[in-house]
Every structure is written in structure tokens, then in C-alpha cells.
């Protein structure tokens, strides 16, 4: 039924959302005690200032399989999805918004789209719950990102997301490249897919993003291209477009050179005086800005074949359920970065005896096993989209 996924992992960004926590997780545990999927949900509070994480520490008291990180301001999200991926011991890892506005029950959708083979499944909220000034800046953006990066998403924002254990380990997240998962992991090689979502209306809070988020993904957007065209080989960009203002500049230098030996040998040609000419001063401006970025060229070479990771985006300041005993492991603490450093290796995911990452069993919302014999063929999605009815309304 659920194929070679029998684990998942919820990482579930929050922010000034105490009125949908609970919710949010009831709705979960119904649709995947219906899918008799074992699954953790692992919250990080991205600096919330009302009571989402008081809200999210009682969770943890009552739910084994709960827990939760919170940051000692806000880092975004980017940094939240980082601190949770760092954690996941699901075969299969959820992302989804806190506002409830994403239904758990199509958690069975992105299940059977990465059984057909896809790494990573993207939500598409066909018909959205929101205003105009977000919903058409948001086409804008997507067919952007389609063109220029050959992912072809109708929804790039969707927060609702699935992947396949390995791709979390394997993707990098720092600043504003959230928006930008399934790009950076096609261009690791990782297989990219979309299901349709149902998207409901915020019915607390309000949204966290303004009118800038457009200008920021555009910028992002840029960056993103760079990174995943000439991120390994910065030569092949900067130093072509050193080659380009070089040759230019030398080309037209050689002209500007002709030209004044042909003043002095012939009466019909007009001598030329070349430091009074703008075109002789435009020649050395373009050879040397070649040469410099082409030298630059170099130097990023050199700095990408001898960097490493950068250190954690973020800062925890404490953990609850039953993370809490584990937070001397926290990659952002001084002790742990010494730590790693003697062994010369980052902290790992638990692992089981099976080699696969593997969260506490402790950790884990466990289900009844069925037999083959008393397994159901297939899962009714009619009935699961009664069981949100009582936490969101259409």
C-alpha cells in the first residue's frame, strides 16, 4: 500500500500559529492511521512571539511521536526546513505550512506519485484560497522559474512537498532557497513530479509574506540560475565574460593601431591622436576589466574546489519531546562544532540496523500491523477527506 515507504517525517515550519498546532497534528495522525504509515512530526518554531510553542510543548508531552525545535529568533524558513531535514529519520520526509491551510488528507497522493518513481513530489494548489495580489505575482514567479531553470512546476511555492529520505540529506538550504527545492534537486539529479492539492482559506493569523516577496524571488531566482548552471565551474561564466571584454578591447585597440600608422604613411588618411580619442580609452578599460574578471574567474575556481559546508544558518535555543535529551547533539552548539571537528565529520541522522536513517524508536506514532489477508487494496480518499472536515471547513 504504501510500497517501500513504512516511515515519515512531517517538518513543519512554524510562525505565530498557536491557534492550529493541535489541529493540525490530529489531522495527520487520522490520515496515517488510515494508511497505517508510521510517521514523527518534528515542528521547529522560526521565532514565534505568541504561544505556538507553549502550544507545541504540551503536544510533546502527549505525543511520543511529536516533537519540536525552537530558534532563538526568526531565520526563515529556509533555515527551518535545514534544522528539520537535519533531523528526519523517515523514509519518506513532508513538508507542510502550519496554517491549515495544506490537508494531510492528500498525503496519499504524494505516496503514490513517489512509487512511480519520483524523488521528489511537489503540491499544485490548482484552485487557491487567496487573494489576487498573492495569486497572480505567484504565476508570474512560477513560469519564471520554468523557464529559466527547465523545471517544469505549476506551483514552485507550494509548501507541500514530499521527498525520499536521501534527497534532504543531499540538498543545501540556506537563505531564501526554499522556494527553490525541487530546482536544486533536479540539478543534483533527482527525479521531480506534482500531484494536485486541495488548498483551504487561512482561517487564523495572517500571512507572512508581503508585496516584496516578488522582488526577493526574482533576486533568488538569479541566484539560483547562477548556482546551479556555473556553481561548479564559475570559470566558464565569469572568465567567458573576462574573454569577451578582453578580446573586444583588443580588437578594437588593434584597429585604433592601424589606423595611426596608416595617418603617418599616407597624406590622404587624417592622423589620429590616440590619447586624445575615447575610443583608445574605452580599449584599456575593457582589456583590464577582462583580465581582472578573468583572474576572478580563477580565484572562484580555487574557492570552490577547497570550500566546505559553511557552518549551521541557525541557532537553536531548545528542544521538546524526545529531541529534548538529544540536545547536546544540536550542530549549531560550539561543543558539538568542536566535536566534529576532532572527528573531522558532521553528526549523522540515527541509523538503524538496516544502515537507513532512523529516528528514536520512542519517537515514532506506531500502528496496528495488518496481514496480508486483512490489508485493504486501496485507500478510500473520499473517506479521508472527511476526517479534516472537523479542523478545516471549505
Same mark, same amino acid.
Given at each position: 500500500m504504501n510500497g517501500p515507504f513504512e516511515t515519515a517525517t512531517f517538518v513543519i515550519p512554524t510562525m505565530d500559529e498557536q491557534d492550529t498546532v493541535a489541529t493540525l497534528v490530529e489531522q495527520i495522525d487520522q490520515t496515517c492511521q488510515a494508511m497505517h504509515l508510521r510517521h514523527e512530526i518534528l515542528f521547529v518554531d522560526d521565532g514565534s512571539t505568541d504561544e505556538t510553542w507553549q502550544r507545541i510543548s504540551e503536544l510533546c508531552q502527549r505525543h511520543d511521536h511529536v516533537q519540536g525545535i525552537r530558534f532563538r529568533r526568526n531565520f526563515g524558513k529556509a533555515a527551518a526546513l535545514s534544522a528539520g531535514f537535519a533531523r528526519a529519520g523517515g523514509d519518506v520526509v513532508f513538508t507542510m505550512d502550519a496554517d491549515l491551510q495544506d490537508d494531510p488528507v492528500e498525503i496519499p497522493k504524494f505516496i503514490e506519485k513517489l512509487n512511480e518513481g519520483h524523488d521528489v513530489v511537489s503540491g499544485w494548489k490548482q484552485k487557491? !484560497?487567496?487573494? *489576487?495580489?498573492?495569486? *497572480?505575482?505567484?504565476? %508570474? /514567479?512560477?513560469?519564471? %522559474?520554468? !523557464? +529559466?531553470?527547465g523545471v517544469k512546476l505549476n506551483d514552485h511555492n507550494c509548501g507541500f512537498k514530499a521527498y525520499r529520505q536521501g534527497v534532504v540529506k543531499d540538498v543545501v538550504l540556506y537563505g531564501e532557497r526554499h522556494r527553490f527545492v525541487p530546482v536544486l534537486a533536479a540539478a543534483r539529479g533527482w527525479r521531480v513530479g506534482e500531484v494536485p492539492v486541495v488548498h483551504h482559506a487561512r482561517q487564523f493569523g495572517q500571512s507572512k509574506y508581503g508585496v516584496s516577496r516578488l522582488a526577493k524571488g526574482f533576486l533568488d531566482l538569479i541566484s539560483i540560475f547562477f548556482l546551479t548552471t556555473f556553481g561548479k565551474r564559475p570559470?566558464? /561564466?565569469?572568465?567567458? +565574460?573576462? +574573454?569577451? /571584454?578582453? /578580446?573586444?578591447?583588443?580588437?578594437? +585597440?588593434?584597429? *585604433?593601431? *592601424?589606423r595611426k600608422i596608416a595617418g603617418a604613411v599616407f597624406e590622404s588618411v587624417s592622423p589620429l591622436i590616440l590619447h586624445e580619442s575615447a575610443q583608445f580609452y574605452y580599449c584599456i578599460t575593457a582589456i583590464l576589466l577582462g583580465a581582472q574578471m578573468f583572474l576572478a574567474g580563477l580565484i572562484a575556481e580555487l574557492i570552490v574546489s577547497l570550500s566546505e559546508q559553511s557552518r549551521t544558518p541557525y541557532s537553536i535555543l531548545e528542544f521538546a519531546g524526545t529531541m529534548a535529551g538529544d540536545q547536546h547533539d544540536d550542530p549549531s552548539s560550539s561543543d558539538n562544532d568542536d566535536r566534529d571537528d576532532q572527528n573531522g565529520q558532521a553528526p549523522s541522522a540515527p541509523v538503524g540496523q538496516d544502515g537507513s536513517p532512523q529516528a528514536a524508536q520512542s519517537g515514532w506514532e506506531t500502528h496496528q500491523d495488518v496481514s496480508a489477508d486483512d490489508e485493504p487494496e486501496d485507500i478510500n480518499l473520499e473517506s479521508l477527506s472527511m476526517l479534516s472536515s472537523s479542523g478545516v471547513s471549505e
Open positions: 487557491r !484560497k487567496d487573494a *489576487l495580489d498573492k495569486t *497572480l505575482p505567484s504565476k %508570474v /514567479f512560477n513560469w519564471m %522559474v520554468s !523557464k +529559466m531553470t570559470l566558464h /561564466f565569469v572568465g567567458a +565574460m573576462g +574573454m569577451l /571584454f578582453f /578580446f573586444s578591447g583588443g580588437l578594437l +585597440m588593434g584597429w *585604433l593601431t *592601424l
